[in-house]
């Protein structure tokens, strides 16, 4: 384990987050448009008892989560992703560097856990594209995505080839995303991906954000630079990061002009090209 446990967490909020017009969550009940952004759509797994109550009254005025049950069943999930992002961080640092994994845990321990459900409702239409989800990376440190068996989860291949993220039973798709490619200064790439709806079938997925606190300063240790290589993004606030992609529209689907490169980027990008980066930007991890 990475670090202590926290104490044990039940609630989220889970809306639905998509650019097409979906309006029925997983249940079949009505649900919510938001923002895409793990701020703007989900409560961090922590301050239960209060959450709790406040996601309870909204889901009842919004006819989401009737019953408790459900927030329970996607409350002990979050918290079993919780205990596997300490789990996939601590590999992630120990591919860094030796014996990083010890010295650098603490950076990630008031890490924060989102929970979102995206409903693609079915397209009426279905051609070679047809974008449930454009393409995007995640704000995140690391985004644990669970699909269901429909496919359409694509990858963006250094060569920008979309690839195929097909479904495989008990197994989960981990993502790089844009705070840990800040912090291990481009070491680990965040991942472009999207969503195509090849079926006139509702799809349905859980993406997981673990995400740096808001408070938090984001800068590569000296170490994880490394003595050759260039600084390749400047010290920045999360909560500022995740205002600037949020606050623009754009942001949330446009990759240029609004990366974390352009928010923070220094022109070094020396260190992006690191081996390390495309080979564990994405992988499935069998639970
Ligand atoms: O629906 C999926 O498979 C991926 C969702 C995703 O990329 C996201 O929610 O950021
Ligand atoms: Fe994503």
New binding site residues.
């Given amino acids: 384990m990475l670090r202590r446990e926290r104490e044990s967490v039940t609630v989220g909020v889970f809306e639905l ?1 998509s650019r097409r017009s979906c309006l029925k969550n997983s249940f079949g009940e009505e649900t919510i448009m938001m923002l895409v952004g793990p701020k703007l759509v989900g409560l961090p797994f922590r301050n239960m008892k209060k959450k709790k109550s406040q996601a309870e009254e909204k889901s009842k005025q919004k006819g989401i989560f009737s019953r408790t049950a459900k927030l329970e069943v996607l409350g002990e999930y979050g918290s079993k992703m919780r205990t596997l992002s300490n789990k996939i961080t601590e590999i992630l640092l120990m591919c860094l560097g030796e014996d990083f994994g010890r010295k650098f845990e603490s950076e990630f321990s008031n890490s924060e856990g989102y929970l ?1 459900i ?1 409903n693609y409702s079915s397209p009426e239409i279905i051609g070679k594209d047809v974008e449930g ?1 454009g393409m ?1 990376t ?1 704000m995140s440190c690391i ?1 644990i ?1 669970y ?1 269901d068996n429909i496919g359409g ?1 694509q990858v963006r291949s250094k060569e920008e080839k979309w690839m195929d993220i097909n479904p495989c039973a008990e197994t989960l798709v981990v993502n790089i995303g844009d705070l840990m490619q800040a912090w291990s200064n481009g070491k680990l790439r965040s991942s472009e ?1 999207r ?1 195509v709806l090849k079926e006139r079938k509702n799809r349905f ?1 859980l ?1 997981f954000f673990w995400c740096f606190e808001d408070n938090k300063v984001v800068f590569a240790p000296d170490e994880v630079v490394g003595e050759n290589n260039l600084r390749a993004y400047k010290p920045f606030l999360c909560a500022d990061y995740m205002k600037f992609r949020e606050n623009s529209e754009k942001g949330k689907f446009e990759k240029v002009g609004f990366t974390v490169k352009d928010f923070a980027g220094t022109k070094n990008e020396s260190s992006e090209n690191s081996p390390v980066g495309r080979l564990i930007e994405t992988r499935e991890v069998p639970v």
């Fill in positions: 987050c979102r995206n989800l995007h995640d985004t995505v699909q989860l991906h969503v997925s993406a």
